[in-house]
């Protein structure tokens, strides 16, 4: 299964959204869509799971939960968008991966691209840094890669470009 992945959008998505996710099976977002009208835009392109974030409204958490934990072939995954890193996860999210962690563990907020293998948990940690406008970073950025029995492969990360330039 191929997926594209991003997060804080903000009631953001980038025109080239719909040719880059073009050839994916599924989108996952990690949270603070922003609008409903954007995980509307996101869900006619592919199925989308999404997650809610700290600045999404009543409507969105309506919607979509603060968790999602299922099974993408043979990989347990665990989007989330309040995380933390390996290392520095939150507390509440540091006590349920003891307790189980996922092959893969996605979360957003930081707005920080990264991507890397967590030993401690024996897991793969993701965060597509941010695809909208607003925030701190410098470049926004969305994620692709492919799920196949138990294997995670083929990640490419996509520059969507400066934030403020669109």
């Known amino acids: 299964m191929k997926i594209g992945l991003l997060s804080d959008t903000h009631g953001y998505l980038d025109p080239r959204l719909s040719e880059i996710f073009v050839g994916v099976d599924e989108i996952w ?12 835009q996101l869900s006619l392109l592919k199925p989308l799971r999404a997650v809610t974030g700290n600045i999404d409204g009543h409507d969105i958490r309506q919607q979509y939960p603060k968790f999602q934990i299922f099974d993408c072939e043979q990989i347990s995954v665990w989007i989330t968008h ?16 003891e307790n189980g962690p996922p092959r893969l563990f996605i979360c957003g907020h930081s707005h920080i691209l990264k991507v890397m293998y967590d030993r401690k948990y024996d897991m793969l940690y993701m965060n597509p840094g941010a695809a909208g406008q ?7 950025t969305v994620l692709r890669f492919v799920i196949e029995e138990t294997d995670i492969r083929n990640l490419e990360v996509i520059e969507l470009g400066k934030r403020g330039l669109k």
């Open 29 to 40: 977002h990690a949270g603070d869509i922003g609008t409903l009208e954007t995980a509307h």
């Open 82 to 97: 309040i995380g933390g890193r390996p290392g520095k996860y939150e507390r509440n999210i540091l006590s349920m991966l």
């Open 134 to 140: 607003s925030g701190l970073h410098q470049t926004r």
